[in-house]
Structure formats: C-alpha cells, structure tokens
C-alpha cells in the first residue's frame, strides 16, 4: 500500500452568483433605450458578510458623459426613512442619512463627471439586505435604477488528509449549504458532512471523503441558493 507523505493542492474556487443571464438581458435592455438614462452592471449582487460591497450605477448615455456639470446623486433603501447616501451642490449632503449607513458609505467623487455615482458599502451586514434605489441627475441627463442587494457568508474550503481521509472545511457559510464530492471523471462520491453554526446562524462545514486514490484529484462543491463555490484537491505520493 502506498504512502502518502504529503498531499498537495490544486485549488480553484469559483464563486458564482446565480441569475448572470437575468442580469445581461437587464443591461442589454437598459443601454437599447434612452438617449441617457441609469444603468447598473449587476442589479442582484450578493455581498459576503462582514466584506465591502460595490454597488454600480452610472449615467449611460450615447455622447461623451466626461465633465458633467450639476450632478445629483441620492441612494435610498425601500422601508428606510431617511437616505443611504445624498451628494448636492457640489457636496455630500449627510444630514438626513439614515443612522445605519452612517460612516459605512461613500461615492467616488471624482468620478462623479464621468457618470459614475456607484456606492461603496462597508463592513456588511444582515439588515443591509433590501431594494436599492439610485437616482441621478447631471447636465448630461439622469434617472434611476433600483438595485436588490442580498446578503450570505461564503469562503472556500481548506484540505487536510489524514489517514486516508480527505476532508474539506469552510469556516463562514449562510444560508445553509449543500457539499457534491467528485472525481476527475465527474463521477459524484460518497461524502460524509457535518454542521455547526454560531451564535449569529453563521454555519461552519466539514466533509470528509474516504478511499482516496493517489494522484487523482477531487471536487469538493459547496453551494446554496446564491453562492457556488468549487474547489479540487490533488493528492500526490511524496516518496516516489
């Protein structure tokens, strides 16, 4: 029986948000029309927990958009009273912001002349979840878009392989996911799964796939109703 001295990965991980194809034919719809008008290249983002997110909207029109003049900007989220974010007058305008926002959002101000009025949001949390609106008026036309931000926990697993066993393990997972192992082949093995989850529904995961073969390599697909995430391991002989 060989010995496995140490095992060593190939790791990719894709993280694919669903609904790609809904949003190009939104876009596609969006640049078909107007003269001007707000476009966002993504109108169902998901955003990891804890992370920064982008959220896009700029000014799409069919002449040059660099040095717009008079340019208004207000972000809204549907059942919030108060704003996300304002700029005015040639400035933020914060005083009616919305105390969750506060200190966690910006605009790329420079930006702003070329169209670009897309928000920075930090540090994301549950209640950020909801409809975005973005609306934008400027010299050169204006309009709004409404954006759906919704929100998970995602990482991508890490291998250990020990006594035969391979085993995956990611630390931040929301909602619950399912785990798919498979060969190189595409054939779906056998795994063994198990959940734990934090004091805020935060799940961890392990999985385990047993009978591992030297030098072949291993899919390890975690995925829920938003995020996919696919990794592979190999595993090497380290004394031949």
Known sequence: MATFGQIIFGSMITLIVLFSAIIILILALS????????????????ANLGEDQLL??????????AGLTDVSVTWD??????????????????????????????LFLNALTTGNASLLLRG????????YTCSMSSSGGGGNINIYLRTAAFSAPTFQFTNGTLAAQATRWFPKPSVTWSND?????????????????????????????????????????LVIAISKATVTDSSK
Request: aromatic residues 6%.
């Open 185 to 225: 082949g595409g054939l779906v093995l056998r795994g063994s799964t198990s959940f734990t989850s934090n004091s805020a529904g935060i799940f961890s995961v392990v999985s385990t796939l047993q009978s591992i073969n030297v030098s072949d390599t291993y899919t390890c697909t975690i995925e829920n109703d």
């Open 31 to 46: 640049l078909s029309g107007n003269l001007s008008q707000v476009i966002s290249t993504n109108t169902l983002p998901v």
């Open 56 to 65: 896009s909207c700029f000014l799409s029109t069919k002449s040059q958009t």
């Open 77 to 106: 989220m549907k059942g919030l009273t108060g704003t996300v974010y304002r700029y005015q007058n040639g400035a933020p305008d914060l005083a009616n912001q919305n105390s969750q926002f506060k200190g966690r959002t910006q």
């Open 124 to 131: 994301v949390t549950p209640s950020d979840e909801g409809e």
